[in-house]
T-cell receptor, first 112, second 119 residues
Framework: QQQVKQSPQSLIVQKGGISIINCAYE??????FPWYQQFPGKGPALLIA?????SEKKEGRFTISFNKSAKQFSLHIMDSQPGDSATYFC???????????FGKGTKLTVNP | GAVVSQHPSWVICKSGTSVKIECRSL??????MFWYRQFPKQSLMLMAT?????????EQGVEKDKFLINHASLTLSTLTVTSAHPEDSSFYIC???????????????FGPGTRLTVT
């Protein structure tokens, strides 16, 4: 119930393409879904987040799509760039909990 | 805003010695900080939750006597790995929770991590 399942494990995209990373959850109590970006040897950085009362959130080239009925959410990176090559983690949290449940991560490689 | 620092960024120590890692929130006060451990190509594993002025709460399976956490102020938490062994070698990452998040009130911002190698 506390798991967040992330796919794919790795993803290779050409420059200018769209990168799509998916996450699924079971716990309907989750009410906060952030995405973190991590470069090798660095800590994760908060990229974008969504609450379940909206179906989509867009910030620049990054968009979260949220499907409450399917209990799924995804990160879309438009016009992917080599500098986007990193590991991406989805996460979720329940109300009044400080803890985050993380997916296993997706290593994105954007080829020039 | 919401910058978290860690010191040192990497450390090598001999087996049996102790090592202290500092986590600081630079531009905000954090009543709650978290310590994670990350193995190569794996996700983050929460070790403990650190609350200012009180004892840390450890996750199941984490030895509290081995991983000592002190949250002495609203901007500083420390993790001390006692009697370190080679299996403690890992990437340790802290996060600090802000009460003025962009997407919700309480958000975690992560430090850059500390690479610990025990020889």
């Amino acid at each position: 119930q506390q798991q967040v399942k992330q796919s794919p494990q790795s993803l290779i995209v050409q420059k200018g393409g769209i990168s799509i990373i998916n996450c699924a959850y079971e716990n309907t109590a989750f009410d906060y879904f952030p995405w973190y970006q991590q470069f090798p040897g660095k800590g994760p950085a908060l990229l974008i987040a969504i609450r379940p009362d909206v179906s989509e959130k867009k910030e620049g080239r990054f968009t979260i799509s949220f499907n409450k009925s399917a209990k799924q959410f995804s990160l879309h990176i438009m016009d992917s760039q080599p500098g986007d090559s990193a590991t991406y983690f989805c996460a979720a949290s329940v109300p009044r909990s400080e803890k985050l449940v993380f997916g296993k991560g997706t290593k994105l490689t954007v080829n020039p | 805003g919401a910058v978290v620092s860690q010191h040192p960024s990497w450390v090598i120590c001999k087996s049996g010695t102790s090592v202290k890692i500092e986590c600081r929130s630079l531009d905000f006060q954090a009543t709650t900080m978290f310590w994670y451990r990350q193995f190569p190509k794996q996700s983050l594993m929460l070790m403990a939750t650190s609350n200012e002025g009180s004892k840390a709460t450890y996750e199941q399976g984490v030895e509290k006597d081995k991983f000592l956490i002190n949250h002495a102020s609203l901007t500083l938490s420390t993790l001390t790995v006692t009697s370190a062994h080679p299996e403690d070698s890992s990437f340790y990452i802290c996060s600090a929770q802000t009460g003025t998040g962009k997407y919700r009130v309480y958000e975690q911002y992560f430090g850059p991590g500390t690479r610990l190698t025990v020889t």
